[in-house]
């Protein structure tokens, strides 16, 4: 059998990074990469593909710095005349880009057999481009494996169990995933920012929903600075991106801020933390798995087993609900006594049942 991954974004080196190991150790199994270059990490290739010795992508096309449009349909491009070349039995797509899209779009033109690893999630705002992406692929793929029970129920919702697909509970990748590069980071990671790794809150800001709306950036920074000086300390990695529209806003900052970590960093500094407070789609996850309760200032999610089971809570960009959410989760605790991902094997069940089935 013949598998072609199309990754593009660093979550999806993250993802992929179990799945080609798993298929490593899968005779009878070959994997050809296919990187669309959408985002560069070489922090991150060294981390995969030297560190855990998985295939380097064969194809690395470079298209970035584009609008949706235009990525999308150089992609597009690319990977059809690859799977022309190649002739894989099925292309294996993460999560919810343009190269997500791209790479579904293009094998079912061929007639080439998708499997969608992330299927299922849905944060119901099809103002997000990512939003879209995952509808449209969904739709496309021909095996659909969902991270949790969740996405599974969207998906019937939505009438797939009528569609000509298979919908199949894998687990979630990402808990392969932090599991395996937090053994990683442990052996490797010096500290060498110095950070104290005691005793405060990790935040994150980053989506474009709050840094580009001055007033939400505000309320978020207020909430933030208050926790900071009246509950514990916070301690944000901050874009440079980010760092400038809040010095251009002159927006003051009391908390704590660090240059961006990478991947293996930033998992140290979410296990060591006290609580998240974020406005990441994978970081909601990364601290469930590392035991820890989240604060997110978004107004959806797609982690909604997360909200109901109290160990996650949206408060949007709102001042108050920030700091006495944080107030209150610091207070009360959790027991995370639920397996809402699966058990940490969702690779090799995603693996073996392409195997045995396709």
Request: charged letters at 25%.
């Amino acid at each position: 059998m013949k598998i072609l991954t199309v990754i593009g974004a660093r979550p999806q080196f993250i993802k992929a990074a179990v799945v080609s190991k798993a298929i490593l150790d899968k005779p009878g199994v070959e994997e050809i990469v296919v990187h669309t270059g959408q985002h560069f990490d070489p922090n991150m290739s060294e981390i995969f593909f030297n560190q855990l010795n998985i295939p380097k992508p064969k194809y690395n096309y470079n298209i970035n710095g584009m609008s949706h449009g235009a990525m999308t349909g150089k992609m597009l491009e690319k990977i059809e005349e690859t799977l022309l070349a190649e002739r894989p039995d099925v292309v294996l797509v993460y999560g919810d880009t343009n190269s997500t899209l791209a790479g579904a779009l293009a094998a079912k033109k061929l007639h080439i057999k998708v499997a969608h690893v992330e299927a299922g999630l849905r944060s119901f705002n099809m103002e997000m481009p990512e939003e879209i992406n995952r509808i449209l692929t969904d739709r496309v793929s021909d095996v659909l494996f969902c991270p949790t029970e969740t996405a599974i129920n969207n998906l019937k919702n939505e009438g797939y169990a009528n569609f000509d697909c298979e919908i199949v509970n894998s687990g979630d990748v990402m808990y392969d995933s932090s599991l395996l590069f937090k053994e990683i980071s442990d052996k490797d990671i010096n500290n060498s920012k110095n950070i104290p790794l005691t005793d405060y809150v990790l935040g994150t800001i980053h989506r474009a929903e709050n840094t580009d709306d001055t007033s939400r950036l505000k309320s978020i920074i207020e909430g933030l600075n208050e926790i900071h000086n009246t509950l514990i300390k916070v301690l944000v990695p901050l874009h440079p991106r980010t760092r400038k529209i809040i010095s251009d806003n002159n927006i003051d900052i009391d908390f704590e801020i660090i240059d961006p970590v990478g991947y293996l960093e930033m998992l140290q500094l979410i296990s060591k933390a006290s609580l998240i407070i974020t406005d990441s789609g994978g970081l909601q996850k990364e601290a469930y798995f590392f035991k820890k309760l989240c604060v997110t200032m978004r107004d959806q999610t797609e982690w909604i087993e997360l909200i109901k089971n109290n160990y996650n809570v949206l408060v949007g960009a709102n001042h108050d609900r920030i700091v006495e959410k944080t107030k209150e989760f610091l207070e009360g605790g959790k027991h995370f006594d639920k397996l809402l991902y699966g058990n940490g094997k969702s690779a090799s069940k995603i693996v073996n049942h392409l195997f045995d089935n396709l």
